[in-house]
Nanobody, 130 residues
Framework: QVQVVESGGGLVQSGGSLKLSCTVS????????RAWFRQAPGKEREGVAC???????????FYVDSVKGRFAIFRDNAKNTFYLQMANLEPDDAAVYYC????????????????????WGQGTQVNVSS
């Protein structure tokens, strides 16, 4: 049984940093797509970043334009965990952040293919004060 658990959300001041973690069990990530999505109140879900891996090597990486240069997605396969390092946070970054994984690298051909991911975490809240 696959379980996906996020952690690391919280409240941060504008300009601050947070690191979100997504730990996956029941699923070896060496051939996969992994992604972060977010949803703010009254807004549609948005793909933030994704990373694919093929046979233990990094594949594609994509970021939505609004976070380029501020956010980074990276992995630690020894911990079966991947991360979203967020820097220079802005009030518009406030949202519930969800991580998602899939057995195929294919979903990470852009940040927008949420429906292609089979497994999702429960979400972690990020708040940014101005």
């Amino acid at each position: 049984q696959v379980q996906v658990v996020e952690s690391g959300g919280g409240l941060v001041q504008s300009g601050g940093s947070l690191k979100l973690s997504c730990t996956v069990s029941g699923f070896i990530l060496d051939y996969s797509a992994r992604a972060w999505f977010r949803q703010a109140p009254g807004k549609e879900r948005e793909g933030v970043a994704c990373l694919s891996e093929r046979d233990g090597r990094d594949g594609t990486t994509f970021y939505v334009d609004s976070v380029k240069g501020r956010f980074a997605i990276f992995r630690d396969n020894a911990k079966n965990t991947f991360y979203l390092q967020m820097a220079n946070l802005e009030p518009d970054d406030a949202a519930v952040y969800y991580c998602a994984v899939d057995h195929s690298p294919w979903p990470c051909r852009d940040t927008s293919f949420a429906d292609d991911y089979d497994y999702w975490g429960q979400g972690t809240q990020v708040n940014v004060s101005s």
